[in-house]
């Protein structure tokens, strides 16, 4: 490590085994946050354990935050901010980010957490507005789905319903999305996507991933040949269906949002 700058930036993401997905989903956000603040080195941390297991077995090493940190601490770095890529404040971030605060705390003159994609109400609306600049063209009869991961606790509630929030941004835009949870216990869940798109009468739909990174969920869960998948479900119903399968970490207005959590971090 090259501590000349005695600043690190560390973009900690879950991770991915898809290497499209890594490089275009979660590299896009690193390479933004690169650009924008080029005083600071930057590295990767991955959170899923199971992730870098599999990573390494291709001799693709990524380290965990606290081996990050650690290293980092060792190689004389004065200044550290992590910034996360998940999209909300949940328990992936709460459990293996800000656990860490107390810990590591002390090892820097200063050690910034920044915040995931949404958090606050307006990141709610910029990040809808950030997503309908990517939408694809579409017919009278065509709707968008973006499937998030959702989660089985009450985060989602705890956040005014996280995915029912942003579906209500959509409908006061006038806009033909859907937004539905692959975790079937969460809300708005599949069998809710389902009802509307029979209420509404769409004859095709594009789904698209409301998830950071593209990878198994968005591959399988949503677009697999499985009778299953959101894809075989839908189009059950006579609705034919186009699968758009990338993160949207590669979306430069998403990306742009990161390096804003950044700034706002700093300026604390």
Same mark, same amino acid.
């Given at each position: 490590?090259?501590?000349?700058?005695?600043? /690190?930036?560390?973009?900690?993401?879950? &991770?991915?085994?898809?290497?499209?997905?890594?490089?275009?989903?979660?590299?896009?956000?690193?390479?933004?946050? *690169? /650009?924008?603040? #080029?005083?600071?080195?930057?590295?990767?941390?991955?959170?899923?354990?199971?992730?870098?297991?599999? =990573?390494?077995?291709?001799?693709? +090493?990524?380290?965990?935050?606290?081996? $990050? %940190?650690?290293?980092?601490?060792? /190689?004389?770095?004065?200044?550290?901010?992590?910034?996360?890529?998940?999209? %909300?404040?949940?328990?992936?971030?709460?459990?293996?980010?800000? *656990?860490?605060?107390?810990? +590591?705390?002390?090892?820097?003159?200063?050690?910034?957490?920044?915040?995931?994609?949404? !958090?606050?109400?307006?990141?709610?609306?910029?990040?809808? !507005?950030?997503? $309908?600049?990517?939408?694809?063209?579409?017919?009278?009869?065509?709707?968008?789905? +973006?499937?998030?991961?959702?989660?089985?606790?009450?985060?989602?509630?705890?956040?005014?319903?996280?995915?029912?929030?942003?579906?209500?941004?959509?409908?006061?835009?006038?806009?033909?999305?859907?937004?539905?949870?692959?975790?079937?216990?969460?809300? #708005?869940? $599949?069998?809710?996507?389902?009802?509307? %798109?029979?209420?509404?009468?769409?004859?095709? @739909?594009?789904?698209? #991933?409301?998830? @950071?990174?593209?990878?198994?969920?968005?591959?399988?869960?949503?677009? &697999?040949?499985? #009778?299953?998948?959101?894809?075989?479900?839908?189009? *059950?119903?006579?609705?034919?269906?186009?699968?758009?399968?990338?993160?949207? &970490?590669? +979306?430069?207005?998403?990306?742009? $949002?990161?390096?804003?959590?950044? =700034?706002? *971090?700093?300026?604390?």
């Amino acid at each position: 490590m090259d501590t000349t700058n005695k600043k /690190a930036l560390v973009v900690i993401s879950f &991770g991915s085994t898809f290497d499209e997905t890594r490089k275009q989903d979660i590299g896009g956000i690193e390479c933004a946050l *690169a /650009a924008a603040f #080029p005083a600071y080195d930057q590295y990767r941390a991955f959170t899923s354990k199971i992730i870098r297991k599999r =990573l390494a077995a291709r001799n693709i +090493f990524v380290d965990d935050i606290e081996t $990050l %940190l650690t290293k980092l601490a060792v /190689a004389g770095y004065k200044e550290v901010i992590l910034q996360p890529t998940h999209l %909300l404040h949940g328990e992936e971030f709460e459990q293996k980010v800000l *656990a860490l605060r107390d810990k +590591f705390l002390s090892l820097f003159q200063k050690f910034i957490i920044s915040q995931p994609l949404i !958090v606050s109400d307006e990141d709610f609306k910029r990040v809808a !507005v950030a997503l $309908l600049g990517h939408l694809p063209a579409l017919q009278p009869n065509e709707c968008v789905i +973006f499937m998030g991961h959702g989660t089985p606790r009450a985060n989602n509630s705890a956040y005014g319903y996280t995915y029912v929030k942003l579906q209500k941004i959509f409908d006061e835009l006038s806009m033909p999305v859907l937004v539905g949870t692959v975790e079937d216990e969460d809300i #708005p869940n $599949l069998a809710a996507v389902l009802s509307k %798109l029979q209420q509404r009468g769409y004859k095709h @739909v594009h789904l698209c #991933p409301l998830m @950071v990174v593209a990878g198994d969920h968005a591959n399988n869960d949503m677009y &697999g040949n499985e #009778p299953d998948s959101w894809k075989s479900q839908i189009e *059950a119903f006579g609705i034919t269906t186009t699968g758009h399968l990338n993160g949207i &970490g590669r +979306f430069t207005s998403i990306q742009a $949002l990161y390096v804003q959590h950044v =700034l706002t *971090a700093l300026s604390k």
